[in-house]
């Protein structure tokens, strides 16, 4: 097999004092970013080898779901957020966002909008693909930098002018770092950027996962990603470049990746778990916080609420379980908190809460959302199991005091209590379950929300079981080790009502209704049956039809 590992690859350890020449100017991958993170420790962390101050610009994602992301699938959790990209503004360094993905759409690019605006700015830059996008942002957004992306595949002299006649920088495909006949024939190298090292694109002959992860953001079927199963090649790691010697050519602008060692990634989660995370509550103030006990369906209540608030205000983007939390944010500071939310600009849009903490405030007009407690507790049981916060089996589960049916009913207690609950807008998972559009349709009209029945419909299937269930197995779930091979452990494991019974035995229910009935309060219990949820829980259950609501 061909080797990639050409002339101008170098020792790194022997050699990596030549990438401290101050006269290399360098742009650095912020992918393995988290969000509590300081902008500039990450830079410190995963660059130790620059000096800070020759780095320009960081390049990759923020926390705006847009469909134009390309090179790497949309992660929550190692985007830019809003404060990081401040931070490395207020210290000099540009933010690149790599919108290289392989389509355009007008309408999308409207949506995109007040993104752009938000960050254009001398200094600033925009990676693309797409020549169409780079000319309207050049267009709309002039102080940002246009850089023509490595997906764009500059491999020829023909290709580099064209690229060259519409970007300010254009970006060399790292193979191309031993072909040095090809790098001294480029023209104003001042304008061209090289990799100072790379990972596996280095000698990938197929580069198919761009076109993939394009795909999966506008919604498109998805095709093969990684061409490593047919086509097979060495492994040639972390790989450095010899930038003095591309420097003699001409060049001095270089990207750097990092690598994939798991050290600077617990270093840098070590020093962010120390900063003071932001909690303040964005603008507008919430219309309306959900909440619920975890396993209640709340991920599914969200879904179709993001699916119709994407399609009734135009938002354009892939609602997944990576997005999801920047439509309908968690009430709490975090990786899917209130200080991520994106779509405060559009007025007619309501902001919605999300809360499992029985101690968040939960005003009149607020959403509860129940469900059956078997079903909670069987679900719960196998989250516990995914999270590694349990490896008992059901048994004793069901009599741990931290299992779920104990603290399932005393959150139906805690809010009970002070028989605010019946102020409060009441919803259940089985409701929903059995009539999903007119249940979403009455909850809208709650929030003083039209309901269109063509957005409703297409909310309601957008945000079936089996198309969230695609959807996690290609985007994941934002924070959440992924599941490879258990379906059981996925975050939508069943959408099932009274799916409970295909794991409890007999005496199990039974043991489950002694503790519940024994630990539910007289209003806790009312509430369950205003939402006909009852105790009297039976191993010859049937799944509830629609016709028996």
């Known amino acids: 097999m061909e080797s990639y590992v050409g002339t101008n690859v170098i020792d790194f350890a022997a050699n990596h004092g030549m990438f401290r ?16 993170a300081d902008a500039i420790d990450y830079l410190k962390i995963y660059y130790p080898y620059l000096d800070i101050d020759q780095i320009d610009s960081v390049f990759g994602n923020a926390v705006y779901p847009s469909r134009f992301y390309g090179g790497r699938s949309y992660n929550l959790e190692h985007s ?77 002299l023909e290709k580099v002018e064209r690229a060259l006649s519409i970007y300010d920088r254009v970006v060399i495909p790292m193979d191309k770092n031993d072909d040095d006949a090809f790098l001294e024939s480029l023209p104003e190298k001042h304008r061209i950027v090289l990799f100072a090292n790379a990972n596996c694109a280095y000698n990938c002959p197929a580069r198919t996962c761009y076109a993939a992860i394009s795909q999966t953001h506008w919604g498109k079927d998805y095709s093969k990603s990684c061409s490593k199963a047919w086509m097979p090649r060495p ?36 020093r962010a778990a120390k900063v003071a995370v932001n909690s303040v509550l964005p603008e507008p103030r919430p219309a309306a916080t959900i909440h619920s006990f975890p396993k209640c369906g709340r991920t599914w ?27 309908i944010p968690n009430a709490h500071a975090g990786l899917k908190g209130c200080e991520h939310y994106q779509f405060g600009h559009i007025s007619d849009m309501p902001l919605l809460l999300a809360s499992h903490a029985v101690n968040t405030q939960c005003n009149e007009g607020d959403i509860l959302l129940l469900r059956s407690i078997p079903d909670v507790v069987v679900s719960d049981y196998f ?12 048994d004793a589960f069901i009599d741990a005091e931290k299992g779920s049916l104990q603290r399932y009913c005393r959150y139906l207690n805690r809010r009970t209590e002070d028989g605010g609950w019946r102020r409060r807008y009441l919803l259940s998972y089985e409701g929903l379950h059995g009539d999903t559009a007119g249940e979403l349709k ?18 309601v299937a957008d945000s079936s079981f089996e198309k969230m269930r695609q959807a996690e197995k290609v985007a994941g779930h934002a924070g959440m080790p992924k599941t490879v091979g258990n379906p ?30 024994k630990l ?30």
């Open 80 to 156: 830019l957020t809003d404060h990081q990209i401040e931070t490395l503004n207020n210290h000099g360094k540009g933010v690149s966002f790599t919108l290289t993905g392989h389509h355009f759409d007008e309408e999308v690019f409207l949506a995109n909008r007040h993104f752009l605006k938000r960050f254009h700015r001398p200094g600033n830059a925009i990676v693309c693909t797409n020549d169409e996008l780079a000319k309207r942002i050049r267009q709309e957004f002039p102080d940002y930098l246009l850089k023509a992306s490595l997906i764009k595949h500059l491999n020829t």
């Open 442 to 459: 009455r909850l809208l009209a709650h929030l003083n929300l039209y309901a269109d029945d063509a957005d409703v419909q297409a909310a």
């Open 235 to 270: 492994d040639v790691g972390h790989t450095f470049f010899d930038v003095d010697k591309l420097a003699a050519m001409g060049f001095h602008h270089f990207k750097v990746v990092p690598s994939n060692s798991g050290d600077p990634d617990r270093f840098l989660r070590n």
């Open 520 to 549: 539910l309060s007289d209003e806790a219990k009312a509430m369950l049956a205003e939402c006909r949820l009852s105790v009297a829980w039976s191993l010859d259950r049937e799944v509830v039809e629609p016709s028996a609501w």
């Open 21 to 36: 020449n101050p006269d290399y100017r360098f742009e650095v991958s912020s992918r393995k970013i988290v969000p509590a």
């Open 383 to 394: 989250q516990q199991q995914k999270l590694g916060a349990f490896d008992g089996d059901m």
């Open 488 to 517: 059981e452990m996925m975050k939508v494991r069943k959408g099932k009502v009274g799916g409970y019974a295909d794991y409890l035995s007999e005496a199990q229910i039974e043991r489950m209704k002694g503790i519940a009935q």
């Open 301 to 327: 209540l969200r879904t179709l609420l993001a699916n119709y608030f994407n399609r009734h205000f135009s938002l354009h983007v892939q609602v997944d379980m990576q997005s999801l939390f920047t439509i």
